[in-house]
């Protein structure tokens, strides 16, 4: 079974200020992690990959294997940031994709 | 171009009734995907097809029906509807292969009064 954990529904931050959106992950096999942004009314876009890792409007994310973790970092939030922000674990052999419960993200003026 | 398209962006209609959301992409991807998301935001997946064939098929009432004609489309058909089945539908594809994330639709925003 996979499973995506986002613990903070509600994360608030003031521009400027540095933002982390945490997300772990259950999964027996060798996971694929993606982050994916969806702004006000418009459609779920695919923001970061871990097998990449890029670094995307200012956004990284790392796989800690260990902590089973994937966190979505960004030193300096803009107002821009402002969405909501899932998580993803994609199984093995491309299968289905898990998405976590999404984090509201609010950057403040 | 729209790279995944799906129609109608809105759709309203009585409880019981029969509709029909269609969903096609023109980025030559293999597998295609239904999910819903409901009031809470949150994302579930309905289906998976890959080049025709369904292969993910997720605890899902027998009222809804995807139907592939080609890799290209996916459409979902969903019978009787309930008023629990108001939702935002949406379309995905992806390569095959390890790395690849889903590109979407817009959403199919249905709400069943």
Redesign the interface.
Known sequence: AQRVTQPEKLLSVFKGAPVELKCNYSYSGSP?L?W?VQYSR?????LL?H??RESIKGFTADLNKGETSFHLKKPFAQEEDSA?Y?C?L?GAG??????G??T?LTVKP | DTAVSQTPKYLVTQMGNDKSIKCEQNLGHDTMYWYKQDSKKFLKIMFSYNNKELIINETVPNRFSPKSPDKAHLNLHINSLELGDSAVYFCASSQQGSGYGYTFGSGTRLTVV
């Not at chain 1, 418009?42 to 695919?46: D, E, G, S, V």
């Open positions: 694929e993606f994916y418009q459609r779920l876009q695919l990959r097998i990449s909501m899932y993803a994609r491309a299968g289905k994709s898990t998405f419960d999404g509201t």
